[in-house]
């Protein structure tokens, strides 16, 4: 069974920073694509920045802002998020595709106050 557990949400003001942290129970060298989704109230949920081998993609509306990144000694992966902005407000969930797989954490709310 593989478990993602986010963390690294909270409240911050337009324009400042946090960095969300998925930490997951196997190695992530097992997995073919890792990212970030979010689902913002009433909305459907969009992909943020996912990471593949070599590549690494990111929604039009936060490039120049997020950036992805994975630590293998530790199992993490993590969005660092600059330039918040209250449209990015948030629940954001880790994701990890293995094979035909779909692996899910239980999400964390960013909130960005105005």
């Known amino acids: 069974q593989v478990q993602l557990v986010e963390s690294g949400g909270g409240l911050v003001q337009a324009g400042g920073s946090l960095r969300l942290s998925c930490a997951v129970s196997r190695s992530i060298f097992s997995f073919t694509a890792m990212g970030w989704y979010r689902q913002a109230p009433g909305k459907q949920r969009e992909l943020v920045a996912d990471?593949?081998?070599?590549?690494?993609n990111y929604a039009d509306s936060v490039k120049g802002r997020f950036t992805i990144s994975r630590d293998f000694a530790k199992n993490t992966v993590y969005l660092q998020m600059n330039s918040l902005k209250p449209e990015d407000t948030a629940v954001y969930y880790c994701n990890a595709v293995r094979f035909s797989n779909n692996y899910w954490g239980q999400g964390t709310q960013v909130t960005v106050s105005s």
């Open positions: 990471i593949t081998s070599g590549d690494e």
